[in-house]
């Protein structure tokens, strides 16, 4: 998601000598079926769930106790997964969310109590591995030291970004075309093969732990990255904001087949500003680029207060765009400063979570302040998510 983490001189990197990194682009392509994995695998419990109870209701429930134990479960995880190392933890999750996804598959078809379903909902997202951390970490321990971990991580944005953009249309195709069965059994498949691929890649893995270093868990609680947590969780409310309004706006104006390539303009403006900006040598030091990103966007979602009808929307949604690549790569950047070696997987679990969490907050605020007034309030809530992250990246510059 040039040198910008305080280590490194070099100015000029690229991608591709970022992927010549020995072992990267093996652990980068090992990722990339596993990151789908993972995008198809809330939508899918929606389908599988809705197909089988007729019930939207039903399916929200189970989705969200998918997404709450993922946001409170990802972190423990990651700490085994530091203090055991890659190689040995991840095989074990992924055993545990195949398994529990297919609990999940065998109750719904069997017409089990909601209770039950929403049980076997949490066991699948408290055992959801967090790939993205783990080659991010990778990134971390391959380039420490050396030109190139900006770029890394805005490539790691940009997968991300690619990834949730093609997964819930494979999984809406899937699942529609075929059944809903088939399309979870294939999100898990692809999450499964992705992270075996990674997991048996050893010489990448960043090392276990040592054993003076196995509770430095602690070492994560102080302001620099609790101000980050706090920024991802604005961002979060920021994103769970948006899907809620551009949705009822699309409604409201009587073109609801809109709502998704209205909101898909961000995330293809997301993906070219993100291209662009790891590409090229910033000076400025990290924290304060994190701050400019976080005002760039609070000021771009102004105009989505005006929007009146779905065209102006959509040049509207474009600007956002410009500041979401750059703020995931920085808040990488600035984290694997902030942190020791020996929690960073953690660390960026903790990114992932708070986001999560975000976005399940910022879709439920929204959705009621959209029920009782309009879609343009739900962007003011957008517009106070974006000004919270940035007080919060505030706090972030200053602890630099």
């Not at 209770?115 to 080659?135: R, W």
């Not at 991580?153 to 999984?171: D, K, R, Y």
Request: hydrophobic share 50%; proline share 6%.
């Amino acid at each position: 998601m040039p040198a910008l983490t305080g280590r490194i001189s070099t100015p000029r990197t690229s991608y591709g000598s970022v992927l010549r990194t020995p072992g990267a682009w093996k652990f980068f392509l090992a990722a990339a079926p596993a990151r789908i994995g993972i995008a198809m695998t809330g939508l899918g419990i929606v389908w599988l769930v809705h197909g089988s109870t007729g019930s939207y209701a039903v399916a929200g429930t189970v989705t969200g106790g998918f997404a709450v134990a993922e946001a409170l479960a990802g972190p423990q995880v990651a700490r085994l997964i530091d203090r055991y190392g890659q190689t040995r933890m991840l095989p074990i999750t992924l055993l545990l969310h195949a398994a529990a996804v297919a609990l999940l598959i065998t109750l719904t078809t069997s017409h089990q109590p909601q209770s039950m379903l929403i049980a076997a909902g949490v066991l699948a997202g408290g055992t959801l591995p967090q790939v993205g951390a783990q080659t991010s970490a990778r990134w971390a321990c391959a380039l420490r030291g050396k030109p190139g971990l900006n770029t890394a991580f805005a490539l790691e944005a940009l997968s991300t970004g690619v990834a949730f953009m093609v997964g819930p249309a494979l999984i809406g195709t899937v699942s529609s075309l075929t059944t809903p069965v088939a399309g979870s059994a294939l999100a898990t498949g692809l999450l499964v093969a992705g992270g075996l691929s990674l997991a048996v890649q050893r010489s990448t893995a960043p090392p276990a732990a040592r054993a003076q270093d196995r509770e430095s868990s602690a070492r994560l609680v102080h302001k620099g990255f609790l101000a980050l947590v706090a920024t991802s969780v604005g961002m979060g409310l920021f994103f769970g904001s948006m899907q809620v309004s551009v949705t009822a706006f699309a409604v409201d104006n009587g073109s609801p087949s809109l709502a998704g390539p209205l909101y898909a303009i961000t995330s293809l403006v997301s993906l070219v500003s993100g291209l662009a900006y790891g590409a090229k040598h910033w000076p400025m030091q990290p924290a304060k680029q994190f701050v400019l990103a976080l005002t760039v966007l609070t000021i771009s979602t102004i105009p989505l207060l005006l929007a009146s009808n779905p065209l102006a929307l959509g040049l509207a949604l474009a600007l956002p765009g410009l500041a979401i690549a750059p703020i995931q790569t920085l808040s990488a950047v600035i984290t694997e400063r902030e942190v020791e070696p020996s929690v960073l997987t953690q660390a960026f679990t903790w990114l992932n979570s708070g986001g999560a969490a975000g976005v399940a907050l910022g879709a439920a605020f929204a959705g009621h302040v959209v029920d009782g007034h309009s879609a343009q309030q739900g962007f003011a809530l957008a517009l106070a998510a974006a000004v919270t992250a940035t007080l919060f990246g505030l706090g972030v510059k200053r602890q630099r």
